[in-house]
């Protein structure tokens, strides 16, 4: 999963595609997510991340890491 | 290490079109208890979904009802409108407080006498009503309110039966220049039906008129409506009174009073676009005060109002089951109650607030209830944290109708409670079982058995 290069982030969660004109607010965790992204971390280490910092079960975080990528697909954010 | 709170990871995307000048607040208060009494304790011990009726809510809803018109006008009565709500233990509070029972069914009469309301403070309303329950009425003493010309006639056989005097009153329909007219209901002011059934009664020298009735409609926003009404009978009542030298002792302007829930499609909130009770009051008593009748011969105001009294006290709470994206990207949640139970969210965008501490973002979704059925949908499009499953509910403001109109349809009815005034819980409606849905069925012989 990678983000498309252009893709414009900030710390604080903003998300500007030049492709579309759209912008984005992502929350705390989708916005750590996405910087991690960003950095080419792989997907498996970001979730290792992730179980390690927040109060989160693996199937929970796995349902909600699907929703995530289509939310970042629909809003056109991924590379193909 | 302690480890972070959770949520969902989420983005959304940002509008800069045009806002809606009035703006509509996201639920940024979770709603974690009732009167005192958690919610998460409430679903813990009585299951998910609930009913929850504050007791409290009910009582002072009422009490600032009646203030608003005793203060106005000398002579008020309240009768309990039993279809908004019948349990029994609502029915009640309203009891104790000093309200009358209006029904609209024989089945409802059964409830108001088994509730101990005596029969001459039971309003007999309805357009169904077969000999046996006018009988029961009649010997009661009750107030019947006639709804067509064939039981103004089958009441006048009765009496003949009986040998007694029915108490008895008109429902009355007119233009008040609310659409659509309620004219199914009652005698037409405008035709001169009513002046007609009006004469038919004191000529038949078998029933004493003692009433006018109207309900002039359902969650009316006019003011103006009522007072229209109220000149309307009370021109009817002065004509009664010298032409036909009868006394009219009540009016009964009905309901149909709005509660402040959200109408589906209105562009603002309902807490901000109903009249106050307060207003209505106003225009009932003002028109009241100016039929032209003397202090001593004013009659009695009876009003039968429902919603506007029981929707505030009423709570359903609810917990998430599942969340899904819809193939445009939409987010929906599937809750565990849906139309089978809160039957209002096909007329209401009703308020619903999450019950647990939650993360400022937010996202548009659909929520769903849980039948397999495509109409099972709660709210459309409504703005709320994200929820996961598990996660509790509150809908507000469900008192009226969706404990009557609730449908046994693919899940069961839940569990009803009510919160007293020192926040004690009492169940006061058990949730139904496979057993109490299936003791009313019977099984032919022939398809006892079969083998697959």
């Known amino acids: 999963m990678h983000l498309k290069k252009n893709i414009a982030t900030s710390e604080s969660g903003f998300i500007f595609n030049p492709g579309t004109g759209d912008s984005y607010s992502a929350n705390p965790i989708a916005a750590e997510i996405i910087g991690m992204l960003k950095e080419g971390t792989p997907v498996s280490s970001i979730k290792v991340h992730i179980m390690a910092t927040y109060e989160v079960s693996a199937s929970q975080l796995e349902k909600d890491w699907d929703d995530f990528s289509n939310q970042l697909k629909y809003a056109n954010l991924l590379d193909n | ?452």
């Open chain 2, 1 to 452: 290490m302690q480890k972070l709170k959770y949520e969902s990871p989420a983005i959304q995307k940002m509008n800069a079109g045009l806002m809606n000048k009035y703006g509509s607040r996201t639920e940024y208060e979770p709603v974690k208890q009732i009167d005192g009494v958690a919610v998460k304790d409430l679903i813990a011990q009585y299951g998910s979904p609930l009913f929850v009726i504050s007791e409290r809510t009910i009582r002072r809803t009422y009490q600032n009802a009646v203030r608003a018109f005793k203060t106005r006008y000398p002579k008020v009565q309240f009768a309990w409108s039993y279809k908004t709500n019948y349990i029994n233990a609502v029915c009640k509070v309203f009891h104790q407080e000093g309200s009358w029972a209006e029904v609209v069914s024989g089945f409802e009469y059964r409830k108001a006498l088994g509730n101990g309301v005596p029969g001459n403070k039971i309003i007999f309303n309805g357009p169904e009503k077969t000999n046996e329950e006018l009988k029961l009425a009649i010997n009661n003493d009750s107030l019947i309110h006639i709804d067509h010309f064939e039981e103004l006639y089958q009441l006048i056989d009765l009496s003949d039966e009986l040998g007694k005097k029915p108490r008895v009153a008109i429902r009355v329909n007119m233009d008040t220049g609310i659409y659509p007219m309620w004219d199914r209901f009652g005698f037409n002011y405008e035709n001169g039906q009513a002046w007609s059934a009006i004469q038919k009664i004191v000529a038949s020298g078998k029933l004493q008129l003692t009433g006018l009735h109207c309900h002039i409609g359902t969650f009316m926003l006019s003011t103006d409506a009522y007072a229209i009404a109220v000149k309307k009978l009370g021109d009817l009542a002065m004509n009664a009174k010298t032409q036909l030298n009868t006394q009219i002792q009540y009016l009964d302007l009905g309901g149909g009073l709005p509660s402040a829930n959200t109408l589906r499609g209105a562009y603002l909130p309902g807490s901000d676009t109903i009249p106050s009770v307060d207003e209505f009051a106003e225009a009932i008593t003002n028109a009241l005060l100016q039929l032209g009748f003397s202090s001593n011969e004013l009659p009695l105001l009876i009003l039968e109002s429902g919603r506007a009294l029981i929707d505030d006290a009423g709570y359903l709470l609810g917990s998430v089951l599942a969340n899904k994206r819809l193939s445009d990207g939409r987010r929906a949640t599937i809750m565990d109650f849906g139309v089978n139970i809160l039957f209002t969210s096909f007329w209401y965008e009703h308020k619903i607030s999450p019950a647990q501490d939650f993360t400022h973002h937010t996202e548009d979704m659909v929520l769903y209830g849980p039948l397999c059925m495509n109409i099972d949908v709660v709210r459309q499009s409504v703005n709320l944290p994200l929820l996961n499953r598990g996660d509790q509910v509150v809908v507000h403001k469900v008192g009226a109708y969706n404990m009557t109109q609730w449908m046994q349809f693919i899940q069961m009815r839940p569990n009803v409670v009510m919160i007293d005034e020192k926040g004690n819980t009492h169940l006061i409606r058990e949730a139904e079982t496979l057993e109490y849905i299936e003791q009313m069925e019977k099984m032919p012989d022939h398809l006892q058995h079969f083998s697959l």
